[in-house]
């Protein structure tokens, strides 16, 4: 999976779940649900950010995730270290970079 591939759109909004976040960076669903929960950002920041979805996991079962944006997305993984963190953090730059 590639950095870029980590977000979709939704209703015309970037948007990636927390199912993809612990996909790419090869963490347990449940640490990134925790690292989001201890994020220290303001309430309303996160209330605009992150969302409580549903999915249904391998075994049928319906479970909870998060749906977030690319602000929120930002927010939680700029926290993340390791060979992928790095890369996703290089790639972001790179292309804000291309942008300007």
Do not use: W
């Not at 591939?5 to 779940?17: A, G």
């Not at 220290?40 to 479970?63: H, T, V, W």
Request: charged share 25%.
């Amino acid at each position: 999976m590639l950095p870029l591939e980590l977000v979709s759109i939704e209703n015309e909004v970037p948007k990636t779940t927390s199912l993809v976040v612990a996909k790419f960076f090869g963490k347990r669903h449940s640490d990134v649900l925790r690292a989001v929960s201890k994020l220290d950002c303001s309430e309303d920041f996160s209330q605009r950010n992150f969302a409580l979805a549903d999915y249904i996991d391998e075994q049928g079962k319906p479970r909870t995730m998060l749906s977030m944006t690319k602000d929120g997305f930002i927010f939680l993984v700029m926290g993340f270290t390791g060979k992928q963190a790095a890369r996703l953090k290089e790639t972001y730059i790179n292309e804000f970079n291309r942008m300007s």
